[in-house]
């Protein structure tokens, strides 16, 4: 492929539509460059056709084991007089080739990483309104308004979006805070709309209560149901609990499969069929203290077949592995107070520790981030990293070699986010003063893998852990 990649970095200069000079000004040459590319971009349309078997009725000459089956002949050099519309025509037509180039590459997972914005668009909560965009913050669609039905007694947060396997979904969860606010959510609701604003409807919504929020949001692979976390229904105390849910997609049928703890205690297999979690158990002479006993169990996906995994420790996880094969755990070493990486099997077998802080765990310096990302292909993650200065986004690989810092983050409450097409990762900045204990959000931003490009796509206090990637 690698002559197909530098006839793709050929074309980038000319992607979209240009300005065109003065007509006195066109000459021969910028014509006759614009047809070298439009051939480039019809010769690479031709390769992916024949190499993925789409459109092949198109080929001229057709295919012949995945390869187009004649070498097209170069154009004819321009002749004449060269005008304004012969660049807009060519313009135009370089623009719809790069478009379809940019779906097969997406299409067929080839070259992702030259598509702009990436091959997945990005969900967030922002303004009062639900919105998406591109991976380089382009193209952005408002796609529903967020309502405070409350009034102003209360304040509302749209939170934990999640898009559907199909991509033409999108839940979130609305808390809401009364005023003043002591941080804790009082009551909650779950909110699902199409990508184009239609059929936004109710699913769930929590009583009053000194706390109820919702949060960690996920469907099902099979987008036929969606667990998600209710925090309730007290601050402390023996009636506080995080709840783990399973419902249908449609609101129905809505289970409580175990109290948990973590950021985010549970996560889908990637076939759908079962579901991992932190499960806590109380000791009943001890009813208030939270962690008596901690474990990693599994169930299926309907709740039945449960049983234990793991003794592991975890604050946020397990997360399943892209490739089915792992779960990981993040979890703060009681030996050191350093934020640790563990990876284990799925049957629970050969637990090992991967990486960990540079720092120990330390909330007068703002350490509130908990979380990490599986690469889509299984091979790394990404994690929050405490170090003296700063909070740093860290890869690293499965089998802790190869660690690499993509960039400062100052301080941050979120985990980092990855992108479908392995390609960006979007992840909170922020500032923390240790005098007033205060955080100042630095908005979202996505940084590329490859060369560590940064980009904000949004301003206040916009959580990347609340962001969500199209499948």
Same mark, same amino acid.
């Given at each position: 492929? @690698?002559?197909?990649?530098?006839?793709?970095?050929?074309?980038? /200069?000319?992607?979209?539509?240009?300005?065109?000079?003065?007509?006195?000004?066109?000459?021969?040459?910028? &014509?006759?460059?614009?047809?070298?590319?439009?051939?480039?971009? +019809?010769?690479?349309?031709?390769?992916?056709?024949?190499?993925?078997?789409?459109? !092949?009725?198109?080929?001229?000459?057709?295919?012949?084991?995945?390869?187009?089956?004649?070498?097209?002949?170069?154009?004819?050099?321009?002749?004449?007089?060269?005008?304004?519309?012969?660049?807009? =025509?060519?313009?135009?037509?370089?623009? #719809?080739?790069?478009?379809?180039?940019?779906?097969?590459?997406?299409?067929?997972?080839? $070259?992702?990483?030259?598509?702009?914005?990436?091959?997945?668009?990005? @969900?967030?909560?922002?303004?009062?309104?639900?919105? !998406?965009?591109?991976?380089?913050?382009?193209?952005?669609?408002?796609?529903?308004?967020?309502?405070?039905?409350?009034? !102003?007694?209360?304040?509302?947060? @749209?939170?934990?979006?999640?898009?559907?396997?199909? #991509?033409?979904?999108?839940?979130?969860?609305?808390?809401?805070?009364?005023?003043?606010? $002591?941080?804790?959510?009082?009551?909650?609701?779950?909110?699902?709309?199409?990508?184009?604003?239609?059929?936004?409807?109710?699913?769930?919504?929590?009583?009053?209560?000194?706390?109820?929020?919702?949060?960690?949001?996920?469907?099902?692979?099979?987008?036929?149901?969606?667990?998600?976390?209710?925090?309730?229904? +007290?601050?402390?105390?023996?009636?506080?609990?995080? +709840?783990?849910?399973?419902?249908? =997609?449609?609101?129905?049928?809505?289970?409580?499969?175990?109290?948990?703890?973590?950021?985010?205690?549970?996560?889908?297999?990637?076939?759908?069929?079962?579901?991992?979690?932190?499960?806590?158990?109380?000791?009943?002479?001890? /009813?208030?203290?939270?962690?008596?006993?901690?474990?990693?169990?599994?169930?299926?996906?309907?709740?039945?077949?449960?049983?234990?995994?793991?003794?592991?420790?975890?604050?946020?996880?397990?997360?399943?592995?892209?490739?089915?094969?792992?779960?990981?755990?993040?979890?703060?070493?009681?030996?050191?107070?350093?934020?640790?990486?563990?990876?284990?099997?799925?049957?629970?077998?050969?637990?090992?520790?991967?990486?960990?802080?540079?720092? &120990?765990?330390?909330?007068?310096?703002?350490?509130? @981030?908990?979380?990490?990302?599986?690469? /889509?292909? #299984?091979?790394?993650?990404?994690?929050? $990293?405490?170090?003296? +200065?700063?909070?740093?986004?860290?890869?690293?690989?499965?089998?802790?070699?190869?660690?690499?810092?993509?960039?400062?983050?100052?301080?941050?409450?979120?985990?980092?986010?990855?992108?479908?097409?392995?390609?960006?990762?979007?992840?909170?900045?922020?500032?923390?003063?240790?005098?007033?204990?205060?955080?100042?959000?630095?908005?979202?931003?996505? &940084?590329?893998?490859?060369?560590? !490009?940064?980009?904000?796509?949004?301003?206040?206090?916009?959580?990347?852990?609340?962001?969500?990637?199209?499948?």
């Amino acid at each position: 492929m @690698a002559a197909v990649v530098a006839v793709v970095f050929l074309m980038l /200069p000319f992607g979209v539509a240009s300005t065109v000079a003065q007509e006195a000004q066109v000459s021969q040459e910028e &014509v006759r460059t614009r047809d070298d590319l439009i051939f480039a971009q +019809e010769s690479l349309l031709n390769v992916y056709r024949c190499r993925f078997d789409v459109d !092949t009725q198109i080929v001229p000459g057709g295919c012949t084991e995945g390869e187009p089956a004649e070498e097209q002949p170069p154009p004819v050099p321009f002749e004449g007089a060269a005008t304004s519309h012969d660049l807009d =025509a060519r313009d135009q037509l370089i623009e #719809s080739q790069e478009s379809l180039l940019n779906d097969y590459r997406c299409l067929f997972k080839i $070259d992702v990483q030259i598509v702009p914005g990436g091959c997945s668009r990005i @969900a967030i909560a922002h303004s009062g309104a639900i919105w !998406t965009m591109r991976g380089d913050s382009k193209d952005q669609q408002r796609i529903a308004s967020i309502e405070n039905t409350l009034g !102003t007694d209360f304040f509302l947060v @749209a939170e934990s979006l999640a898009w559907s396997p199909s #991509s033409q979904r999108i839940a979130y969860a609305k808390n809401y805070y009364e005023k003043p606010s $002591d941080g804790y959510s009082n009551k909650s609701e779950i909110w699902i709309t199409n990508i184009d604003g239609t059929n936004h409807e109710l699913l769930v919504e929590t009583g009053f209560g000194e706390y109820q929020q919702i949060d960690a949001i996920s469907w099902s692979p099979d987008g036929r149901k969606i667990a998600y976390q209710n925090y309730c229904c +007290e601050i402390h105390g023996e009636n506080a609990a995080i +709840e783990l849910w399973l419902m249908n =997609a449609d609101g129905t049928n809505r289970n409580h499969l175990a109290n948990i703890v973590g950021e985010r205690g549970y996560s889908w297999s990637p076939n759908g069929s079962q579901i991992a979690y932190y499960k806590v158990t109380r000791n009943p002479l001890f /009813p208030q203290v939270m962690d008596q006993a901690t474990e990693i169990w599994v169930a299926n996906a309907d709740g039945s077949n449960a049983r234990k995994l793991s003794d592991i420790d975890s604050v946020y996880g397990p997360i399943w592995s892209p490739d089915g094969t792992r779960l990981a755990v993040e979890l703060i070493s009681r030996g050191t107070n350093h934020k640790e990486i563990w990876v284990l099997d799925v049957d629970g077998t050969n637990e090992r520790k991967i990486t960990g802080s540079q720092s &120990v765990y330390d909330l007068s310096k703002g350490h509130r @981030a908990f979380g990490f990302a599986w690469a /889509p292909d #299984s091979m790394s993650i990404a994690f929050i $990293d405490f170090q003296e +200065e700063s909070d740093v986004l860290v890869v690293v690989d499965v089998d802790g070699s190869n660690r690499r810092q993509l960039v400062e983050l100052g301080a941050t409450r979120s985990a980092p986010v990855w992108s479908p097409d392995g390609t960006r990762i979007a992840y909170s900045a922020g500032r923390f003063d240790p005098v007033l204990n205060s955080y100042t959000s630095g908005g979202l931003w996505i &940084v590329r893998i490859d060369d560590s !490009t940064r980009l904000q796509l949004a301003v206040g206090p916009v959580s990347a852990q609340d962001a969500s990637w199209s499948p």
